[in-house]
């Protein structure tokens, strides 16, 4: 895996606790802490309601099992993730010398 100089994403999946999707959501869990052990600073796995299966990174909502009519495979969000550690969102700073 391409050297990611130190990023690393946050991602969350929420899913439905009533239709029983916890076992995919772990699984997906897995299968991301393997692939970025290093580059994941964190992930968190959130029941819901409702036939939910969202996969967000960073806080961005990028796989919508509603939306797509289907659950996002693995590949799919590894390449997200991927992409968000190649592309970081721009992040604004403060001028140096404010006020000043």
């Given at each position: 895996m391409k050297d990611m100089a130190g990023e690393q994403v946050s991602v969350s999946i929420t899913y439905c606790a009533p239709c029983?999707?916890?076992?995919?959501?772990a699984w997906m869990a897995l299968e991301l802490l393997q692939t970025f052990r290093d580059a994941i600073s964190g992930l968190t796995l959130?029941?819901?309601?409702?036939?939910?299966?969202?996969?967000?990174?960073?806080?961005?909502?990028?796989?919508?099992?509603?939306?797509?009519?289907?659950?996002?495979?693995p590949q799919?969000?590894?390449?997200?993730?991927?992409?968000?550690?190649?592309?970081?969102?721009q992040r604004a700073h403060a001028p140096r010398n404010a006020g000043v």
């Amino acid at each position: 895996m391409k050297d990611m100089a130190g990023e690393q994403v946050s991602v969350s999946i929420t899913y439905c606790a009533p239709c029983n999707f916890a076992p995919r959501a772990a699984w997906m869990a897995l299968e991301l802490l393997q692939t970025f052990r290093d580059a994941i600073s964190g992930l968190t796995l959130v029941p819901g309601r409702g036939g939910i299966f969202d996969v967000a990174i960073d806080g961005e909502v990028v796989f919508c099992r509603q939306a797509l009519g289907r659950y996002p495979e693995p590949q799919e969000v590894r390449e997200a993730i991927r992409e968000r550690l190649d592309n970081p969102p721009q992040r604004a700073h403060a001028p140096r010398n404010a006020g000043v």
